[in-house]
C-alpha cells in the first residue's frame, strides 16, 4: 500500500530549506486535497489562508513559538475556523447542493431545517468546540497529500491565535485560527528525519470487540 510507505516517509519538519519552493501545480493539488476533505455534515464551515509573504511570516514567528519551520518553510498554511454558526451558511450549503446535484431546493429546505435544529441544541462552547474540530480534518488530508508528492510539513499548534487574529485581521472576519501547517522542503541537516517513528503499540492503540453470538443461535 503506497500510503503506507507515505505515512513512514513524513515526519515532521523541524528544519525546513529556505531555498526551496512548492511549485504552483503541487499547491494546487494540496488545496485540491484539502477542498475534498470531510467536514460535518459537509459544512466545511472554516477558511485556509496560505501566505508566502516573507514580512507577514516574520511578525508571525515571534507568536509562533519563534519556531523556525513558519520563515523557512515555503508556505504557510492557517486553518481559521468559522467564530459562530449562522444559518445563512447553512443556507448556502443547501443551495450549493442543490445546484451541485441539480436537486430542487425544496426537496432540501427540510435537511436544511434538520442541521441548523441539530447544531442549535448544542451550547455556545459545544458549538466553539464543534467549529474547531473541523480543520483538523483538512489538516490531514494536506499531509497526506503532500507525503504523496514528497512535499515536507509540519502541522503546528504551538502559536498564539489571538495574535494571529490580530496580526491577520480575522476577529472581524468571523474567523478564528484553530491550526497551522508549513509545508516545503526538508534541510538535509534535520535530524528529525533519521528518528524512529515513536507509536503505541497495535496491541494498546486497538482493541478488538467480538460479536457477541446470541445464545438462540448457538447450537446444542
Ligand atoms: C495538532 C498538532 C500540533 C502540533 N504542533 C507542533 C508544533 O507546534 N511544532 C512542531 O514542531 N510539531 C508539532 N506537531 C508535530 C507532532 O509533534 C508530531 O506529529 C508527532 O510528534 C508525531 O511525529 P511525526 O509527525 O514526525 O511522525 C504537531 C502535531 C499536531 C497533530
Same mark, same amino acid.
Given at each position: ?74 508556505? =504557510? ?5 468559522? $467564530?459562530?454558526?449562522?444559518? %445563512? +451558511?447553512? *443556507?448556502?450549503?443547501?443551495? /450549493? ?77 468571523? =474567523? ?5 501547517? $508549513?509545508?516545503?522542503?526538508? %534541510? +538535509?541537516? *534535520?535530524?528529525?528525519?533519521? /528518528? ?25
Amino acid at each position: 500500500m503506497e500510503l503506507l510507505k507515505n505515512l513512514e516517509w513524513r515526519y515532521a519538519t523541524k528544519k525546513f530549506d529556505p531555498n526551496r519552493k512548492v511549485s504552483q501545480t503541487n499547491l494546487e493539488k494540496i488545496k485540491r486535497a484539502i477542498q475534498l476533505s470531510v467536514s460535518s455534515y459537509g459544512l466545511q464551515l472554516y477558511k485556509v489562508l496560505i501566505i508566502e509573504n516573507k514580512n507577514i511570516r516574520e511578525q508571525l514567528k515571534p507568536v509562533s513559538w519563534n519556531q523556525n519551520q513558519i520563515t523557512d518553510a515555503s508556505h =504557510l498554511f492557517v486553518f481559521c475556523n468559522y $467564530t459562530k454558526i449562522n444559518d %445563512d +451558511d447553512i *443556507d448556502d450549503f443547501i443551495r /450549493l447542493t442543490s445546484q451541485t446535484r441539480n436537486i430542487e431546493m425544496a426537496k432540501l429546505e427540510g435537511y436544511g431545517e434538520f442541521i441548523k435544529m441539530k447544531l442549535a441544541e448544542k451550547s455556545e462552547a459545544e458549538q466553539t468546540n464543534w467549529l474547531e474540530r473541523q480543520p483538523y480534518l483538512a489538516v490531514s488530508n494536506l499531509l497526506i497529500a503532500c507525503s504523496e508528492l514528497e512535499i515536507d510539513a509540519c502541522p503546528m499548534e504551538g502559536f498564539e491565535p489571538d495574535k494571529y487574529n490580530e496580526i491577520l485581521g480575522l476577529t472581524e472576519k468571523g =474567523l478564528n485560527t484553530c491550526v497551522i501547517a $508549513t509545508i516545503g522542503y526538508r %534541510d +538535509d541537516s *534535520d535530524r528529525s528525519q533519521d /528518528l524512529p517513528k515513536v507509536r503505541k503499540s497495535t496491541d494498546l492503540l486497538f482493541e478488538e470487540i467480538e460479536q457477541k453470538v446470541p445464545e438462540s443461535l448457538v447450537s446444542s
